[in-house]
């Protein structure tokens, strides 16, 4: 059974700091999916990555897969209270259910 | 378009009660998905539809939890004979298959339904 680990679990930080969450998993991931899930709400996938040492931007998010596909990196640079939110990572399985880590509670302080 | 959508959002019961949660799926999309989330933690898989196929059961906690989709669309989650460790926030989520070889797809989540067992 594939397990998820991310670090940290909790990250409370001022605004216009920079920070970086990890998922790793046990297990070569098929494809990553990272979303964010704020209070109150589902999940919103903010990117999918496929391939080993693939890197994606998605404003001031950079995504990275780790080579051996077993490990990501998401770094947010000049947080802001609205990237406060549950970041969750996911492997994406073949005709699978998803299976998520447990995700890194981040809080921007304003 | 709409999203999904999950009624009710909140529900309260009483222990040894049953409940039933409704998931209403993106048009058009064929695999659904059921999540348990409990407090400050991810999400625990619980069961997916995908078009006619037969479900994969195989997060489903135990016999208390059962799930149907009726005409490939709606779903409803039961819960029978509730207990305090059943509260969670129950979340639907569907795409528009599950993913095959070089394709990937994105799950949309509906806001989730806040389940307290008192």
């Known amino acids: 059974t594939q397990l998820l680990e991310q670090s940290p679990q909790f990250l409370s930080i001022q605004e216009g700091e920079n920070l970086t969450v990890y998922c790793n998993s046990s297990?070569?991931?098929?494809?990553l999916q990272w979303y964010r899930q704020e209070p109150g709400e589902g999940p919103v996938l903010l990117v999918t990555?496929?391939?080993?040492?693939e890197v994606k931007k998605l404003k001031r998010l950079t995504f990275q897969f780790g080579d051996a596909r077993k490990d990501s990196s998401l770094h947010i640079t000049a947080a802001q209270p609205g990237d406060t939110g549950l970041y969750l990572c996911a492997d994406t399985a073949i005709g699978q259910n998803f299976v998520f880590g447990p995700g890194t509670r981040l809080s921007v302080l304003p | 378009g709409a999203g999904v959508s999950q009624s009710p959002s909140n529900k309260v019961t009483e222990k040894g009660k049953d409940v039933e949660l409704r998931c209403d799926p993106i048009s058009g999309h064929t695999a659904l998905y059921w999540y348990r989330q409990r407090l400050g933690q991810g999400l625990e898989f619980l069961i997916y539809?995908?078009?006619?196929?037969?479900?994969?059961k195989s997060g489903l906690p135990s016999d208390r939890f059962s799930a149907e989709r009726t005409g490939g669309s709606v779903s409803t989650l039961t819960i029978q004979r509730t207990q305090q460790e059943d509260s969670a926030v129950y979340l639907c989520a569907s795409s528009l298959a599950v993913n095959g070889a070089g394709t990937f797809y994105e799950q949309y989540f509906g806001p989730g339904t806040r389940l307290t067992v008192t």
């Open positions: 539809f995908q078009g006619n196929s037969a479900p994969d």
């Open positions: 990555v496929v391939t080993g040492g």
């Open positions: 297990s070569v991931f098929s494809s």
